[in-house]
Each structure stands twice: as structure tokens, then as C-alpha cells.
């Protein structure tokens, strides 16, 4: 699986918009973008995936550039309870039974939203 | 839907004794469950691989006789640390993927297991 980028940590307003960016310049054409977070002594959380074209879910909104190389995810008003770990993670899809669909998680990006 | 729960959420046990963690998806079938292991400060690292009726698959480093992972059903899968030390001591996870042919493969967490051994 492809390599990620992120910034060790960020800071965001609450109230204001969270962009988080990861780098991924190795990834393959059939390599998703995955994004977890984690929540202090929680377990981590699924937030949303994509393969090239942008989405959008509940939770959050997810960017990936037309190269595909890097993305961002947007939490579109942050509250202090997205204080977490973020997770960028590169994968390929697997559709089926059985195992593989390991989730190789990075260190991430410490988000800290503030009042 | 989609829950993963982690029995129990915390333990402290004595050096030398075996300690049995459970994992349940509660809402659906878990053809494949995963056991990561967090120490302080640091990024999940996968353990092992558990597909129902069949033996885990470890990852490299990772000691299988001192880990024992049972995964007797589609909704159970458990983790044992057997003669755990303090180096043992760490922050336990699973997770569940959403199985079945033609479906997406999300992985869902588990709130974790703490574990401290004295």
C-alpha cells in the first residue's frame, strides 16, 4: 500500500472549517483514500473514502487532487469533540469474502480545535 | 449499525497470568476481524488477521503462541495474552469488517481494551 503524508498536528477555531491535508504521490490507480480518526483512548472511527472523485458524507468532505496524489478532508465547522488523531490511509479496495484488507495506519495529525 | 464492542474496556492483572479479551460485532457478520495493538503515544500496529473457522494470521514480530486468537464465529472473535509481562501492557483493539461478497470492506473499531500488568 502507498505511503502517507500528514503534519504531525493542527489547530482550528471552533466553528471554523478543518482542512487536513495528506500527501500520497505513490499511490496506484486502484488504491482508495481512506480516513479514520481517533478519539483519545477510543477505538478510531471510519470518516469517509474516495478514489478520485470528491465526496461527501455527514461527517465530512473529502478532496482528492486530479492527480490523486495528495487530498484533503474538510470537517466543515469543527466542534471541540473533533479534537482527535486523523488517519490518511492508502488501500486498495478489496470486495469479497476472506482476510487481507490490512489498514497500515501512519502516525496522523493531531487536530486540536479550539474555543 | 456496525458496532464493535471489547470486553472488558480495562483490566489489571499479575505478571504471569492469561488474559482473555473479546470482540463482538453486534449488528452484523464478521467474516474477518483484526487485533491491533497502541502503546502510549504511539500509531496502531496490526497483530493479526482472524477469519472465522480458520487460524489467524500473524504479522511478522508478533508471537501467535502468546497471542492466541479464537474467531469460533461470525460475530466473536477473542484475543488471549497468555503469561502476560508488563511489556505487555498496551491498548488492545479490534475490528470488524463488514463481510459478505459484493460488500464494501469498511473496517469498524472496537472501543479498545486497556491492559496493565503489575
Known amino acids: 500500500d502507498a505511503k502517507t503524508t500528514q503534519p504531525t498536528s493542527m489547530d482550528c477555531a471552533e466553528g471554523r472549517a478543518a482542512n487536513l491535508p495528506c500527501n500520497h504521490s505513490t499511490i496506484s490507480g486502484n488504491e482508495y483514500v481512506y480516513w479514520y480518526r481517533q478519539i483519545h483512548s477510543q477505538g478510531p472511527q471510519y470518516i469517509i473514502h474516495g478514489l478520485k472523485n470528491n465526496e461527501t458524507n455527514e461527517m465530512a468532505s473529502l478532496i482528492i487532487t486530479e492527480d490523486r496524489k495528495s487530498s484533503t478532508l474538510i470537517l466543515p465547522h469543527a466542534t471541540l469533540r473533533d479534537t482527535a488523531v486523523y488517519y490518511c490511509i492508502v488501500r486498495v479496495a478489496f470486495l469479497g469474502t476472506g482476510g487481507g484488507n490490512k489498514l497500515t495506519f501512519g502516525t496522523g495529525t493531531q487536530l486540536k480545535v479550539e474555543l | 449499525g456496525a458496532v464493535v464492542s471489547q470486553h472488558p474496556s480495562w483490566v489489571i492483572c499479575k505478571s504471569g497470568t492469561s488474559v482473555k479479551i473479546e470482540c463482538r460485532s453486534l449488528?452484523?457478520?464478521?467474516?474477518?476481524m483484526f487485533w491491533y495493538r497502541q502503546f502510549p503515544k504511539q500509531s496502531l500496529m496490526l497483530m493479526a488477521t482472524s477469519n472465522e473457522g480458520s487460524k489467524a494470521t500473524y504479522e511478522q514480530g508478533v508471537e501467535k503462541d502468546k497471542f492466541l486468537i479464537n474467531h469460533a464465529s461470525l460475530t466473536l472473535s477473542t484475543l488471549t495474552v497468555t503469561s502476560a509481562h508488563p511489556e505487555d501492557s498496551s491498548f488492545y483493539i479490534c475490528?470488524?469488517?463488514?463481510?459478505?461478497?459484493?460488500?464494501?470492506?469498511?473496517?469498524?473499531f472496537g472501543p479498545g481494551t486497556r491492559l496493565t500488568v503489575l
Open positions: 475490528s470488524a469488517r463488514l463481510g459478505g461478497i459484493g460488500s464494501y470492506n469498511e473496517q469498524f
Open positions: 449488528d452484523f457478520q464478521a467474516t474477518t
